[in-house]
């Protein structure tokens, strides 16, 4: 009897092992090509319109990014708040998924093109808090969350973040790039211009996004030449 009992759970064992690895399996399937792909698609779309509405005075020095504003945002809440569902529905009923840090980084990202910069800080705080072994999406965490801090006009904050990402920066992620150009944007703020352009030039060192480069060059030129780097401007 106690054999049998002994095969018996063994066997049930086994059987329940590999049903939850199904099951992971199939949460991180459903969360990553159905439900994120979508999320996403909608956030990179309402991005796109915030960008192109977005309407830069070129005769002053223009912004590192740019940033929504609740009217430019406006137009956008129902397809952000569609992403935002679509993320929760991960982070509540895909627990086992390991995409959930990917649905609360894309939580705060909608937030920030909402223009709920509050929420968003508490969203890319709560990623970079409670994953220290996803360093990608931690490194990022810290460079949009200055972005939101920078666009709620928390600058001491902001400083304080990107200073950290500095410190510890890991210069093979993707989100290098953008860790330079929000410190060369706190450095404009600063009116430390010699600053800045060393750092605008490090993140159109490490940008793979075109428009990025274009318009961090284009910036770079501009603080060249109100510092007199005239040759250097005209080559920019």
């Given at each position: 009897?106690?054999?049998?009992?002994?095969?018996?759970?063994?066997?049930?064992?086994?059987?329940?092992?590999?049903?939850?690895?199904?099951?992971?399996g199939?949460?991180?399937?459903?969360?990553?090509?159905?439900?994120?792909?979508?999320?996403?698609?909608?956030?990179?779309?309402?991005?796109?319109?915030?960008?192109?509405?977005y309407?830069?005075?070129?005769?002053?020095?223009?912004?590192?990014?740019?940033?929504?504003?609740?009217?430019?945002?406006?137009?956008?809440v129902?397809?952000?708040?569609?992403?935002?569902?679509?993320?929760?529905?991960?982070?509540?009923?895909?627990?086992?998924?390991?995409?959930?840090?990917?649905?609360?980084?894309?939580?705060?990202?909608?937030?920030?093109?909402?223009?709920?910069?509050?929420?968003?800080?508490?969203?890319?705080?709560?990623?970079?808090?409670?994953?220290?072994?996803?360093?990608?999406?931690?490194?990022?965490?810290?460079?949009?969350?200055?972005?939101?801090?920078?666009?709620?006009?928390?600058?001491?904050?902001?400083?304080?973040?990107?200073?950290?990402?500095?410190?510890?920066?890991?210069?093979?992620?993707?989100?290098?790039?953008?860790?330079?150009?929000?410190?060369?944007?706190?450095?404009?703020?600063?009116?430390?211009?010699?600053?800045?352009?060393?750092?605008?030039?490090?993140?159109?060192?490490?940008?793979?996004?075109?428009?990025?480069?274009?318009?961090?060059?284009?910036?770079?030129?501009?603080?060249q030449?109100?510092?007199?780097?005239?040759?250097?401007?005209?080559?920019?």
């Amino acid at each position: 009897t106690l054999h049998f009992l002994l095969i018996s759970f063994c066997m049930f064992s086994c059987s329940t092992q590999k049903e939850n690895v199904a099951s992971r399996g199939m949460q991180n399937l459903t969360a990553h090509y159905n439900i994120l792909y979508n999320a996403g698609e909608l956030l990179n779309e309402s991005e796109r319109n915030i960008k192109q509405a977005y309407i830069d005075n070129y005769d002053r020095v223009i912004s590192v990014y740019r940033e929504p504003s609740e009217i430019l945002s406006q137009p956008e809440v129902k397809k952000l708040d569609d992403a935002i569902l679509k993320a929760n529905t991960i982070a509540n009923e895909k627990s086992h998924s390991k995409y959930v840090d990917d649905a609360y980084f894309l939580i705060g990202k909608a937030n920030h093109f909402k223009s709920n910069f509050y929420n968003a800080v508490e969203f890319f705080n709560y990623v970079y808090s409670n994953y220290p072994a996803q360093k990608e999406i931690r490194q990022a965490s810290l460079a949009w969350n200055a972005r939101s801090l920078i666009a709620s006009d928390r600058l001491e904050e902001a400083e304080a973040t990107i200073d950290s990402a500095l410190k510890y920066i890991r210069t093979e992620k993707k989100s290098v790039s953008d860790i330079y150009a929000v410190s060369a944007q706190l450095h404009i703020y600063a009116k430390q211009d010699i600053e800045a352009i060393r750092l605008l030039k490090l993140a159109v060192q490490h940008t793979k996004v075109k428009q990025n480069k274009i318009r961090w060059t284009y910036l770079t030129a501009q603080l060249q030449e109100i510092n007199e780097q005239h040759d250097e401007a005209i080559q920019n």
